[in-house]
């Protein structure tokens, strides 16, 4: 089982980003799949979260600004961010709950980290 993001980069302060993350294996289910973030010196944090059955969860930092979608059918979920601040800087990484053939009874697991930069 991997996750594997895309997206991020640098934007100005006020535009937008995605981040696109995909799970791969033998997968049955993945619940919660989402969106956490990480800054130096920093602990790592949820940004947003979506459960297959639809329900979301955003941190009260990004309410409004931010959206998560999930494609249960694709095992994908995609991070949409608006309104981008500075203090949205860090490392944000996938993370999903999977049940699969190798794990199933389900464990936790990290995509790669990928950069969001936004500048003042």
């Known amino acids: 089982v991997q996750l594997q993001a895309s997206g991020g980069g640098w934007v100005q302060a006020g535009g937008s980003l995605r981040l696109s993350c995909v799970a791969s294996?033998?997968?049955?289910?993945?619940?919660?799949m989402g969106w956490y973030r990480q800054g130096p010196g920093k602990t790592r944090e949820l940004v947003a979260r979506?459960?297959?059955?639809?329900?979301?969860d955003y941190v009260d930092s990004v309410k409004g600004r931010f959206t998560i979608f999930r494609d249960n059918a694709r095992n994908t979920v995609t991070l949409q961010m608006n309104s981008l601040k500075p203090e949205d800087t860090d490392v944000y990484y996938c993370n999903g709950f999977i049940i699969s053939s190798d794990y199933p009874e389900g464990d936790e697991f990290w995509g790669q980290g990928t950069q969001v930069t936004v500048s003042s």
């Open positions: 294996g033998n997968i049955f289910s993945i619940n919660p």
């Open positions: 979506a459960a297959s059955g639809g329900a979301t």
